[in-house]
């Protein structure tokens, strides 16, 4: 299956690609992961992106499109892939259209994940990440660590996002109503989307998305 999951920040697309990913047996493909490897190891695409991360800006369009492209063409991808975090704009969409059109390969769905403002605000409020991999993810009410700080999968230190500070979050959520927002309609156009509500227990909005993907298929 080839799956786009779209939804704003902190509504759950991180925790809930693990999950499907394992599920499905796809690879779950974040650009947001990708970036930050590259800002831990201080690659140049690194130090360009992280600019443009912590002012809740997004990434040019060249670079990123770029970076996904190269991912999805890595073996493991043939079978198929969960995007998390890309496309982020129908410049983006578009690209990927035209990605997949010249492989002779079709989206099987765009996944939307809904989840209200306060709500969000209060898990990125919360969020905490691990050093060692940015998709080991924890929320210190909802999905506590066992040890405050220590990585439950890996014994990582766990850190809060430079870019989940109130302001840089304000931001993120102006970019994503005005130029993420819209690939749900391009989408739609298309006949891929399906929506699901992200609020409740992690486990039950799992199960929310794979019964909405079978019910699409
Ligand atoms: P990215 O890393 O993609 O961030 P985002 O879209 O802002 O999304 P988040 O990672 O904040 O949230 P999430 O929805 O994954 O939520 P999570 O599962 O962590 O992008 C970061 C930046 O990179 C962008 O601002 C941009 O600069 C750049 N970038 C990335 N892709 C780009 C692109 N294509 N083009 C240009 N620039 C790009 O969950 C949040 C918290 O809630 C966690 O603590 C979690 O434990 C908790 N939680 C999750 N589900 C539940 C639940 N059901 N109940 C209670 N708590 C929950
Ligand atoms: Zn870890």
Same mark, same amino acid.
């Given at each position: 299956?080839?799956? +786009?999951? +779209?939804?704003?920040?902190?509504?759950?697309?991180?925790?809930?690609?693990?999950?499907?990913?394992?599920?499905?047996?796809?690879?779950?493909?974040?650009?947001?992961?990708?970036?930050?490897?590259?800002?831990?190891?201080?690659?140049?695409?690194?130090?360009?992106?992280?600019?443009?991360?912590?002012?809740?800006?997004?990434?040019?369009?060249?670079?990123?499109?770029?970076?996904?492209?190269?991912?999805?063409?890595?073996?493991?991808?043939?079978?198929?892939?969960?995007?998390?975090?890309?496309? !982020?704009?129908?410049?983006?969409?578009?690209?990927?259209?035209?990605?997949?059109?010249?492989?002779?390969?079709?989206?099987?769905?765009?996944?939307?994940?809904?989840?209200?403002?306060?709500?969000? +605000?209060?898990?990125?409020?919360?969020? !905490?990440?691990?050093?060692?991999?940015?998709?080991?993810?924890?929320?210190?009410?909802?999905?506590?660590?066992?040890?405050?700080? +220590?990585?439950?999968?890996?014994?990582?230190?766990?850190?809060?996002?430079?870019?989940?500070?109130?302001?840089?979050?304000?931001?993120?959520?102006?970019?994503?109503?005005?130029?993420?927002?819209?690939?749900?309609?391009?989408?739609?156009?298309?006949?891929?989307?399906?929506?699901?509500?992200?609020?409740?227990?992690?486990?039950?909005?799992?199960?929310?998305?794979?019964?909405?993907?079978?019910?699409?298929?």
């Amino acid at each position: 299956m080839r799956i +786009v999951l +779209v939804g704003p920040p902190g509504a759950g697309k991180g925790t809930q690609a693990t999950r499907l990913a394992e599920t499905l047996h796809i690879p779950h493909i974040s650009t947001g992961d990708l970036f930050r490897a590259n800002i831990s190891r201080q690659t140049e695409l690194g130090k360009l992106a992280k600019s443009y991360m912590d002012a809740g800006n997004l990434v040019p369009d060249e670079v990123t499109i770029a970076m996904a492209k190269d991912r999805m063409e890595q073996p493991d991808a043939e079978g198929g892939f969960l995007l998390d975090g890309f496309p !982020r704009n129908v410049s983006q969409a578009g690209a990927l259209d035209e990605l997949l059109e010249n492989e002779d390969m079709k989206l099987d769905a765009v996944l939307d994940l809904e989840a209200p403002e306060d709500e969000v +605000v209060k898990r990125i409020a919360g969020r !905490r990440v691990c050093r060692n991999n940015s998709a080991h993810v924890f929320h210190v009410t909802y999905t506590p660590p066992k040890k405050e700080g +220590v990585c439950d999968v890996c014994g990582g230190e766990l850190y809060q996002r430079d870019d989940d500070s109130e302001e840089t979050v304000r931001k993120r959520l102006e970019v994503y109503h005005t130029q993420t927002e819209p690939i749900i309609d391009y989408y739609k156009a298309q006949g891929l989307v399906v929506t699901i509500s992200a609020t409740g227990p992690v486990d039950e909005v799992t199960g929310r998305a794979l019964e909405a993907l079978k019910r699409d298929k």
